[in-house]
């Protein structure tokens, strides 16, 4: 999802809240939900001035092809993250509970598949 | 290709030893062919090389739409019309997903159009030629459409996550394009003298803009070493220019339509068609603003640009008084 508020880019002229964003539509995600009972999946994002327009945009923009049988639409700026320094403290806690997978268990075979 | 004439800013290639932890980290992360996503750290030169050729393909999407929008009403029949209005508004989402994986770097969707608009970013060379007859919408499918695959398709591999999936997209919907381009030609080549004759051509006039699609030689793009161990280009432009002559050739055969190449010829050492260079110098020239099109193209975009604002302006008036209405109900 898109930052520039958060960003170091200074490559160009317009800052990001500078005159170039007065007119720029919000930032929405996208999430389409498929015929096939999985869940919603982000897609991409598209600029819409409110939540109904973003809706019909991403109608055109996403599923063209009939990706989809349901559209989410969330302001980018209503998302929050967990940024790629947590990942440590986040995911690493996961690694020494080796015993939430079944195959630390050994089963005889004798008991058949379980 | 979308994107041929990126300056990188990176000072030659470093190695391993010679970088900092942080950046040898991301070296060592794109080498076993891991992705880099927005939040993450990234060298200031992998930034900004891939806000350029991201926003430059995005832009060639989006001009790209001109030449052939200037066929959809004159289209021959109501399902050519149909065809033709689709390819078309796959190629504004095209301009789209990669607008939207360049945001990701911190750009904003207005800059980018701003530096369109003014001439300060490119796009593709190739959009500045004119589409003179219907058997023009054949040829541009078929060779255009085709070179961008041929670009597009190991650049799903890409190292920036949002670009590589905005890539799977884009090449998903592409061989539609190509497939109802080598459709246009083969009705024209199997059709009247006449439209035999335009089929023709359209591949005399399209044939060495598609080749100039990749790019300048190797051995004159600089540029290239550091983009491809960034994995944001990977293959050189020798090598895709001379998969599409390989690919093409043949299907120009069925078609039975003559290269406009004189010393094209198949070499049964090295397995591949030799084949005439593009005139670079017009190249050049068209890249600075000199093609037959340059300034009509970059016309309507402005045009449309400027007639749009009210539309823009409004449209965020209205969804803020909304708003604001809402709220003071609540
Ligand atoms: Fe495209
Ligand atoms: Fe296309």
Same mark, same amino acid.
């Given at each position: ?56 945009? /991403? ?16 302001? /980018? ?11 440590? /403290? ?25 | ?78 399902? !050519? ?243 604001? !209405? ?5």
């Amino acid at each position: 999802m898109s930052s520039p508020e958060s960003s170091e880019y200074d490559g160009t002229e317009a800052a990001p809240h500078g005159k170039a964003r007065s007119t720029e539509w919000p930032l929405w995600e996208i999430f389409i939900r498929g015929q096939h009972g999985l869940s919603h999946r982000h897609v991409g994002s598209l600029h819409a001035a409110d939540a109904e327009m973003a809706i019909k945009n /991403a109608r055109d923009v996403y599923t063209r092809r009939n990706e989809g049988v349901s559209i989410w639409a969330v302001e /980018a700026s209503a998302i929050a993250a967990s940024s790629p320094e947590e990942k440590g /403290a986040l995911y690493e806690p996961a690694n020494d509970k080796v015993y939430r997978h079944p195959t630390f268990f050994d089963i005889p075979d004798e008991v058949g598949a379980m | 290709m979308y994107a041929q004439m990126i300056k990188s800013t990176g000072k030659g290639i470093k190695s391993l030893d010679e970088m900092d932890p942080e950046e040898r980290a991301f070296q060592e992360r794109i080498d076993a062919g891991g992705k880099i996503e927005p939040k993450d750290w990234m060298p200031d030169g992998y930034r900004k090389n891939l806000i350029r050729q991201i926003g430059q393909h995005a832009h060639s999407e989006i001009v790209g739409q001109l030449p052939e929008g200037n066929w959809i009403t004159r289209a021959p029949t109501l399902e !050519r019309k149909a065809i033709l209005l689709a390819k078309v508004q796959d190629e504004a989402g095209h301009g789209l997903y990669l607008y939207c994986a360049a945001e990701t770097l911190g750009v904003t969707r207005d800059q980018m159009t701003r530096d369109l608009l003014s001439g300060k970013m490119k796009y593709s060379s190739i959009f500045n030629y004119p589409t003179l007859t219907w058997a023009d919408m054949g040829a541009v499918g078929w060779l255009v459409d085709g070179a961008a695959i041929m670009n597009q398709v190991p650049l799903q591999r890409t190292s920036y996550g949002p670009y590589a999936r905005a890539m799977v997209r884009i090449c998903k919907e592409e061989s539609f394009h190509q497939r109802q381009g080598f459709d246009i030609m083969m009705k024209m080549a199997n059709g009247t003298a006449a439209q035999r004759k335009m089929a023709q051509d359209a591949l005399n006039r399209f044939w060495f803009p598609a080749l100039m699609m990749f790019g300048p030689s190797d051995k004159d793009s600089v540029h290239s070493a550091q983009s491809m161990a960034w994995k944001i280009k990977m293959n050189t432009n020798d090598e895709l220019r001379q998969k599409f002559v390989d690919e093409t050739v043949p299907q120009a055969e069925y078609l039975g339509l003559t290269i406009p190449d004189e010393t094209l010829k198949f070499n049964e050492e090295t397995g591949h068609y030799d084949f005439a260079e593009p005139d670079w110098e017009e190249f050049f020239q068209v890249l600075k603003g000199n093609g037959p099109c340059n300034t009509e193209r970059l016309a309507a975009r402005n045009k449309a640009w400027d007639e749009g604002r009210w539309v823009r302006e409004g449209l965020l008036a209205h969804a803020e008084k909304k708003r604001s !209405r809402k709220m003071a109900a609540e």
